[in-house]
């Protein structure tokens, strides 16, 4: 079970500033404020401001420019290949797929997968949990939790690897169709078990995308919390399968 922790304050106003770069505030080729600005902004310390700015500069949203300050870069393009993650965890065929199938169990529902689904609190959900892996080594962990209505009828709590997608298995068995996808994406610390599925290191950072899964009347059919092993910045995204 994924835990819900905090993102630590540099990462959050790395956030902040991205959401800022991509709403037009800071526009590309534009000066950011100066780190004593940001800290009185903030009211942030000049180091959460310092390895804030770091980190966006590592992702390629700022650069440094000798005697003109730190410079807006834009969007990278690393972010927009993010955008469409969702439509590759609909995609993914697990018997065929490089990886592992790590658990299928029924679980307490996480906080921000209740809301998303519109389950209460301590409901119970099916989760299925796969570690993606390139070489040999994992590259992201996919759980995929599922509402108890759309788990009967189906091989969805089966501990075989499905064959097929899971939403052509779903819109088979359940007369259901997928519409759209919406996706989150922020930043979090991972639970002890996580880290160690991924291989990082105490402490660091992954990115969680938040991939939401809907039919044409809004209503969310499964939930996907694909796990990152690095420390991005948050954006939203909906758009059509077909």
Not at 235 to 242: H, I, P, V, W
Request: charged share 30%.
């Amino acid at each position: 079970m994924a835990y819900e922790v905090e993102a630590p304050k540099y990462v959050r106003l790395a956030q902040t500033i991205q959401r800022r770069i991509e709403g037009g505030t800071y526009p590309p080729g534009t000066r950011v404020p100066s780190e004593n600005q940001l800290v009185q902004s903030f009211g942030m310390s000049r180091p959460t401001v310092v390895r804030a700015l770091e980190l966006l500069k590592r992702d390629g949203w700022l650069e440094s420019r000798q005697g003109y300050g730190t410079i807006v870069r834009g969007r990278p393009e690393v972010v927009e290949q993010q955008d469409r993650r969702g439509r590759e965890v609909l995609k993914r065929d697990e018997s065929r797929s490089s990886g592992r199938l790590v658990e299928v169990a029924e679980v307490p529902v996480p906080a921000r997968v209740a809301s998303a689904l519109g389950l209460p609190k301590r409901a119970k959900v099916l989760m299925r949990c796969f570690l993606a892996e390139e070489d040999g080594e994992a590259v992201e962990l996919v759980s995929t939790y599922f509402p108890a209505g759309l788990v009967e009828g189906t091989e969805l709590a089966s501990t075989d690897a499905l064959s097929g997608s899971v939403r052509e298995h779903v819109e088979a068995r359940k007369k259901v169709r997928y519409d759209h996808v919406t996706e989150r994406v922020s930043a979090r610390l991972p639970e002890s078990g996580e880290a160690e599925l991924l291989g990082l290191p105490d402490g660091v950072p992954v990115l969680s995308v938040l991939v939401i899964a809907c039919d044409a009347s809004g209503r969310a059919l499964q939930v996907s919390d694909v796990l990152l092993p690095a420390d991005r910045q948050e954006l939203e995204d909906t758009y059509r399968l077909n």
